[in-house]
C-alpha cells in the first residue's frame, strides 16, 4: 500500500503504553498473542522456506524479522548484517524498524536494543505493529477500513446467522459459532452448521481451527481451550486469527470479476485513446497561454505613482495567485496524463504514444522554463520598483505629514496675531496677553525644526525627481512664506502689546490717583448736602444763631473744595488726553471706583444750590424765634403780676377764716363781698389764656422770662375759687349748726379759738383725728370740730360704758377675743387693747380669751378722759 492513512494508524494501531497496560493485566493474553504471532510469522516465513519456534528469540538477530517483512511487502530491505555481534543484530532490527516506519507506522517506544534482548513485550508489540500494518489495515468494506472494516466484513458475513452476534474482537468469539459461520458462509459445503450448538464451545472452535488449517490453508494459531478458559479472549489474537480468515476468503472474490476482464480491456483502448486526445489539446493550450503571457512578463515600461506599480504587483500576484497554479496543475496533470498513458500503454504491450511536432513533454519544459526566467525577472523589476516608490512615497508621505501638522498648528495663528484684543483690554488682561504671547513665542521657536526639517525634505524629493515634485515645492513655499509672515506679525503683535502695556499703566495709575482724591472728595459732598438739607429744630434765638455761624464757616470751605474738585477733574482730563492722543480704546470704566465726573459735577451743583436754601431757612427761622421771644415776653410780663396776685389772694383768704369777727351773717356778708371782687379779676386770666394759644399755636415750649405756666396759673385760679367757696360754705354749715344745737355767739367764738390754737399731742390728737378725720384725709374743717366739741361736752364716756360697749363687741360674753377686736376696732387701736388686756380666768374661758372688764377698769383708774 503505497498512501497510508496516518489517522487510521493512530486510531486502530495501539501504541506501546497500551500493549504494556494489557500484559500486565492479563498474563493469559501473553501466551494467546505468542501462539497466534508466531503461527501469523510463520505462515508467512513458509513461503520462504523457514520458520520460527520461539518468537522472542528467533528475530533478536534481526535476519529473520528482515525476511518476514520481505515476504509480507513484496519490497527488499537494505542488505542485512551477517556479523554475530550485537551491533550487527542492532543494525539488522534497526533496518527493519525503518521500514517499518518508512510505511508510515509510528513505532511507540519500540527500540532495536529491547528486540535484541529478547524483551517479550516489545517483540509482541512489534509484531503487532507489523499485523496491522500489513494484514489489517488494507481491509476495506464500504467505506470503513482496517479493525472497524474487518469487524463490519464479519458482521456482514455472519448477518443470516440469528444464533451469531458478532460486536467486537474478544467475547463475541467464545463460542466458536463465529469462526464457524465464516467459513460455512464462503465454504458451506465443508462444515454441517445445523449440528452446531451455541453450549458447546469447544467443539464448535475446534471444528473451525481444523477445517481451516485441513482446507483453508490457516493454521492453527490458538487453543479452544485457551479461549473458552479465558474471561475475555486477547482482542489482538482473535483480531489476528479473524483477518486470516478474510485474506483466505478475498480470493474467491476474483472469479466474480473474470467475467469483466474483457470489457475491461476494451475500456483500457478507449481510456488510451481519450488520453491522447486531452494530452493533445491540453498540451496545446498550455503552450498558447505561455506563449501570451511571456511578453506581459516582459514588460518593464516603470510607473510614476506608487498605486499603479502596487496594482501591477497586485496583478502579478493575481497572476500568482489565480491564473499560474491552474496552469501548473495542468502541466502537472499533462505529466502525470502522460505518464500514465505510456504506463497503461506499456502494461497492456501497446506501443508507446508519441505526441504531435512541438507538444512534446520536453518542449512544454521549454516553454515553462523560459515562463518561470521571464516570470522570475519581472517580480526582481516589480520588487526594484516598488522599493524606489516606497522610499518617494515614504519621503512624501513624511513631507505631508509633517506639513499638515505644520499647517494645522498655524491654522489660525496669523488671525490670532493680527487680533487687537488689546484694544479693548484691562492692564490685567494686557498682562496675560503678554504671557500668553511670551509662550507663543516659544512655541514658535520649537516649530523652527520642523519647517527646516519639511524644506529639506522637499530639496531630497527634488533631487530624487520625485513626479510630484511642483505640488511639494508650491506647498513648501507657501510654508516658508507663511514662516517668515508669522514672524513678522509675531515682533508686530509684541510690540503693540508692551507699548499699550505702559499705555494702559499710566492710565491705572491716574485712575487710582483720581479714586483717592474722588473718594473722601464726595463723601465731603454727601456730608454737605446732607447737613444742608437737614432739618434743624431749635426753640432760641441763641441755636439759630449757632446754626448761622457754623453755615457761614462752611461756605468760608467752598472756595478749597472748588479747586480740589477741578483738580480731580484734571486727573480725568488727563486720562481722556492719552486715550485722544494714543487712540486708545478702553475696555472699562475706573476699576478703582465708581464715582464718575458727571457725579460730581452733578453733587458740586447741588451743593451749590442748596447753600443759598439754607440761608433763606437760617433766616426764615431766626426771624421766627424773633416772633417767638416777643410772645414769650408777652406773656411773662401777665403771668409774673396774675401769678402773685393769686397767692396773695390766697394767703387773705387763709387769714379771713382763722381773724373773722362778728356774728356768722357778718362773717358771711364779708366773704360774699370778697368773692366777687375775685371774680371780677377774670378777663385777666382770659387774656392770659390767648397769649397762652398764641405761644402754644407757634410750638414754644419753654418761656425763660417767668417761672409760671399757663397750668400753673389754671390751678391756682381754680383753686381760689374753690377755697372762697369752701369758705363761704363752711359759715353756711355752722349757721344751720348752730341753729340746730343751739350753741351761742360765745361758745361759737370759744370753739374757734380752741380751732385754732387746737394743741396735737400723739394720743390725744390720734383719739380725736380719729373722730374728726375719719376718712384720713389730713384736713379738718372747722365744722368738723364743732360736730365733735358739742359731743365731747354733751356726753362725758364712763368705765361703765366702756365695758358695757365691749360686751356689745364680745356679743353679750364675758370675755372678747383676739380675732373679734381686730375685726371691731382699729388695728392700733385693737392692737392697744390686745396687748393691755390680760387673759380671761373665768369657768366658761376659751382659748385666747382677753378679760375686758378689768381692761376698761384699769382704763379710768390710770387715766381721766
Known amino acids: 500500500m503505497d498512501h497510508y492513512d496516518s489517522q487510521q494508524t493512530n486510531d486502530y494501531m495501539q501504541p506501546e503504553e497500551d500493549w504494556d497496560r494489557d500484559l500486565l493485566l492479563d498474563p493469559a493474553w501473553e501466551k494467546q498473542q ?29 535476519l529473520k524479522l528482515m525476511l518476514l517483512l520481505e515476504v509480507i511487502s513484496g519490497e527488499r530491505l537494505a542488505k542485512p548484517e551477517r556479523g554475530k555481534m550485537r551491533v550487527h543484530k542492532i543494525s539488522n532490527v534497526n533496518k527493519a524498524l525503518d521500514f517499518i516506519a518508512s510505511k508510515g507506522v509510528k513505532l511507540v517506544s519500540i527500540g532495536a536494543e529491547e528486540i535484541v534482548d529478547g524483551n517479550v513485550k516489545m517483540t509482541l508489540g512489534m509484531i503487532w505493529t507489523i499485523i496491522l500494518r500489513f494484514a489489517i489495515q488494507d481491509i476495506s468494506v464500504e467505506e470503513t477500513s482496517a479493525k472497524e472494516g474487518l469487524l463490519l466484513w464479519c458482521q456482514r458475513k455472519t448477518a443470516p446467522y440469528k444464533n451469531v452476534n458478532i460486536q467486537n474482537f474478544h467475547i463475541s468469539w467464545k463460542d466458536g459459532l463465529g469462526f464457524c459461520a465464516l467459513i460455512h458462509r464462503h465454504r458451506p459445503e465443508l462444515i454441517d452448521y445445523g449440528k452446531l450448538r451455541k453450549d458447546d464451545p469447544l467443539t464448535n472452535l475446534n471444528t473451525a481451527f481444523d477445517v481451516a488449517e485441513k482446507y483453508l490453508d490457516i493454521p492453527k494459531m490458538l487453543d479452544a481451550e485457551d479461549i473458552v478458559g479465558t474471561a475475555r479472549p486477547d482482542e489482538k489474537a482473535i483480531m489476528t486469527y479473524v483477518s486470516s480468515f478474510y485474506h483466505a476468503f478475498s480470493g474467491a472474490q476474483k472469479a466474480e470479476t473474470a467475467a469483466n476482464r474483457i470489457c475491461k480491456v476494451l475500456a483500457v483502448n478507449q481510456e488510451n485513446e481519450r488520453l491522447m486526445e486531452d494530452y493533445e489539446k491540453l498540451a496545446s493550450d498550455l503552450l498558447e497561454w505561455i506563449r501570451r503571457t511571456i511578453p506581459w512578463l516582459e514588460n518593464r515600461l516603470p510607473e510614476n505613482t506608487m498605486h499603479a506599480m502596487q496594482q501591477k504587483l497586485e496583478d502579478f500576484r493575481d497572476y500568482r495567485r489565480l491564473h499560474k497554479p491552474p496552469k501548473v496543475q495542468e502541466k502537472c496533470q499533462l ?13 497492456s504491450n501497446r506501443p508507446a504514444f508519441t505526441p504531435s511536432e512541438g507538444r512534446m513533454v520536453s518542449d512544454i519544459n521549454n516553454a515553462w522554463g523560459c515562463l518561470e526566467q521571464a516570470e522570475k525577472g519581472y517580480e526582481e523589476w516589480l520588487l526594484n520598483e516598488i522599493r524606489r516608490l516606497e522610499r518617494l512615497d515614504h519621503l512624501a508621505e513624511k513631507f505631508r505629514q509633517k506639513a499638515s501638522i505644520h499647517e494645522a498648528w498655524t491654522d489660525g495663528k496669523e488671525a490670532m496675531l493680527r487680533h487687537k484684543d488689546y484694544e479693548t483690554a484691562t492692564l490685567s488682561e494686557i498682562k496675560a496677553l503678554l504671557k500668553k504671547h511670551e509662550a507663543f513665542e516659544s512655541d514658535l521657536a520649537a516649530h523652527q525644526d520642523r519647517v527646516e526639517q ?66 473722601p472728595f464726595n463723601n465731603w459732598m454727601e456730608g454737605a448736602m446732607e447737613d444742608l438739607q437737614d432739618t434743624f429744630i431749635v426753640h432760641t434765638i441763641e441755636e439759630i444763631q449757632g446754626l448761622t455761624t457754623a453755615h457761614e464757616q462752611f461756605k468760608a470751605t467752598l472756595p478749597d473744595a472748588d479747586k480740589e474738585r477741578l483738580a480731580i477733574l484734571g486727573i480725568h482730563n488727563e486720562v481722556s488726553k492719552i486715550v485722544q492722543t494714543y487712540h486708545v480704546n478702553m475696555a472699562g470704566t475706573n476699576p478703582y471706583t465708581t464715582i464718575t465726573p458727571q457725579e460730581i459735577n452733578g453733587k458740586w451743583d447741588h451743593v451749590r444750590q442748596l447753600v443759598p436754601r439754607r440761608d433763606q431757612a437760617l433766616m426764615e427761622e431766626h426771624a421766627r424765634q424773633q416772633h417767638n421771644e416777643r410772645l414769650r415776653k408777652q406773656f411773662a410780663a401777665q403771668a409774673n403780676v396774675i401769678g402773685p396776685w393769686i397767692q396773695t389772694k390766697m394767703e387773705e383768704i387763709g387769714r379771713i377764716s382763722i381773724e373773722m369777727h362778728g356774728t356768722l351773717e357778718d362773717q358771711l356778708s364779708h366773704l360774699r363781698q370778697y368773692e366777687k371782687s375775685i371774680v371780677n379779676y377774670k378777663p385777666k386770666i382770659d387774656q392770659l389764656e390767648g397769649d397762652h394759644q398764641l405761644i402754644q399755636e407757634a410750638l414754644i415750649f419753654d418761656n425763660k422770662h417767668t417761672n409760671y405756666t399757663m397750668e400753673h396759673i389754671r390751678v391756682g385760679w381754680e383753686q381760689l375759687l374753690t377755697t372762697i367757696a369752701r369758705t363761704i360754705n363752711e359759715v353756711e354749715n355752722q349757721i344751720l349748726t348752730r341753729d340746730a344745737k343751739g350753741i351761742s355767739q360765745e361758745q361759737m367764738n370759744e370753739f374757734r379759738a380752741s380751732f385754732n390754737h387746737f394743741d396735737r399731742g400723739e394720743a390725744e390728737f390720734a383719739r380725736i383725728m380719729s373722730i374728726v378725720d375719719p376718712n384720713r384725709l389730713g384736713v379738718v374743717t372747722f365744722q368738723a370740730f364743732i360736730d365733735f366739741m358739742s359731743r365731747e361736752t354733751a356726753d362725758t364716756d364712763t368705765a361703765d360704758q366702756v365695758m358695757a360697749s365691749f360686751k356689745i363687741l364680745a356679743g353679750d360674753k364675758n370675755y372678747i377675743t383676739v380675732d373679734e377686736l381686730r375685726r371691731e376696732l382699729p388695728p392700733d387701736q385693737a392692737e392697744y387693747c390686745i396687748a393691755r388686756m390680760a387673759p380671761y380666768t373665768g369657768p366658761d374661758a376659751v382659748p385666747g380669751a382677753l378679760d375686758y372688764m378689768s381692761f376698761s377698769t384699769a382704763l379710768y383708774g390710770e387715766s381721766d378722759l
Request: with cysteine; charged share 30%; hydrophobic share 35%.
Open 34 to 62: 505468542r501462539k497466534t504471532f508466531t503461527a501469523w510469522c510463520n505462515s508467512h516465513l513458509r513461503k520462504a522456506g523457514t520458520q520460527i519456534e520461539n518468537i522472542e528469540e528467533d528475530f533478536r538477530d534481526g
Open 335 to 347: 505529466e502525470i496524463n502522460f505518464n500514465t498513458l505510456q504506463t497503461k500503454l506499456r502494461l
Open 454 to 519: 519639511i524644506a529639506a525634505i522637499a530639496q531630497e524629493l527634488n533631487e530624487l525627481d520625485y513626479y510630484d515634485s511642483p505640488s511639494v515645492n508650491a506647498r513648501c513655499q507657501r510654508i516658508c512664506d507663511q514662516w517668515d509672515n508669522l514672524g513678522a506679525l509675531t515682533q508686530k503683535r509684541r510690540e503693540a502689546l508692551e507699548r499699550t502695556e505702559k499705555l494702559l499703566e499710566t492710565i491705572d495709575q491716574l485712575y487710582l490717583e483720581y479714586a483717592k482724591r474722588a473718594a
